[in-house]
């Protein structure tokens, strides 16, 4: 696939390193020709200096035959000329803007062809806000993302000792979770993936990937780790756009919310934009005796979202120590995640991972409805619709077991219509069925991608 990128920033470059490594030919274009030059070379794609929004600069980028449109510049206005010059001028067929303000998208009349010619919004203050909430809203997890509409959960938990499931097999399941629509698709141990079987043996200190009916999440994962009270005092660092959004939509369900915010004008305008209920603190989050007078140690949930990976990693740190029950930073650095997670810092979240489960599903080819990364994006789990027949179609008619998937790659879960199933070998995949595949490679998604496409002749 031939794509064009506009914006070598934070989010261009991460699209870019996840997409380039698929095989795919990439052109990004920036301003700045040191972003560029250290963006090819770290990544085998083109780099080409100039204005996104110009006709001839897109022109020399090969927009004439591009497949694919992304425009994640830092302005706004920037992405929404920019597409609307891909559409209007190049066709190109599929157009992709990364915008911050709301208006755009409270606006859907600009989107379409009499406006700025845009297939889809990505906003990474909402991807990533959405992706907080879910973990205040379950406690017991590392990570939580939803397929076909909230139906079915994907939960990755640590075990911990005691629980129902420690030093069990994999087979003892059904006994462990009577009367549950789950079960666990990928485990980790020692930081490496398991191939793991129905005898395998878990162990406390393992990490697992569950995928359940939404309906019964909680459960599950209760038999992995001893269940956490719910989470209702939280104390957010940084009031940037995505701790103003996440405070917000916490304090309209009534969590108790304290804000901290090291710019004085800052906390001016979030006092001025928050409820009442929500107290704002002028201060530094590295600031110990500023925790201590607000009670961190009796705070459920410590979020720290400040744009600075160390800020954010010592302030969590010193939130641990002082007492906060469970710590979530913001990191976009993935080193500093990876080494983070699991030691004093709870959950470790990259921005560019949410961004990027959002993108995947207009990236991906065939009838792809949803699509996360997982495990610091080691795991790619997707959502496709099934379409065709058994003559037109790699997957409509045939068993689970008959599916030609990747080494490594599962089928977690099917939903049809009203009904959520966790499949056996036997298990016959029927038409309009969606599909839940977990991938362990980024390289092997062309090939599932591929099995959902369905033959000429069923058109």
Known sequence: MKILIVGAGRVGTSVAENLVSEQNDITVIDTDARSLQDLQERCDLRGLRGDGAQVSVLREAGAEDA?????????????????????????????????????????????????FCIDALISPERSVTTYLHS????????????????????????VSRGSAMANRPLDALPEVWPDVSARIVDIMRDGRPLQASRGTVIQPGDEVVVVADTRHARRAVRQLRAAERTARRIMIAGGGNIGLRLAQELAEENYSVRIIEHGAARCQYLAEKLPSNVLVLHGNATDEGLLERENIEDMDTWLALTSDDEDNIMSSLLAKRLGARRVIALINRQAYGELMQGSHIDVAVSPSHATMSELLRHVRRGDVVAVHRLRQG????L??????????????????????????????????????????????????????VFVPGRNQMARVEKLFQVSASFF
Request: charged content about 25%; some cysteine.
């Open 67 to 115: 497949d694919l449109f992304i425009a994640c510049a830092a302005s706004d206005t920037v992405n929404l000329v920019a597409c609307r010059i891909a559409r209007q001028v190049f066709n190109i067929p599929r157009r992709i803007a990364r915008v911050r303000s709301s208006d755009v998208a409270e606006h859907p009349e600009l989107l379409g062809d009499d406006g």
């Open 383 to 436: 959502e496709a619709v099934a379409h065709g027949d058994q003559k037109t179609s790699r997957v409509v008619g045939r068993q689970v077991c008959q599916v030609r998937l990747p080494k490594g790659a599962v089928i977690g879960a099917l939903v049809r219509e009203d009904e959520i199933i966790m499949p056996d070998p036997d298990t016959v995949i029927q038409q309009d069925d969606h599909v839940i």
């Open 135 to 158: 973990l205040i809203e379950f406690p017991e997890a590392l990570q939580v993302v939803e397929f076909a509409g909230g139906r079915v959960s994907v939960v990755t938990a640590r």
């Open 378 to 381: 080691v795991i790619e789990a």
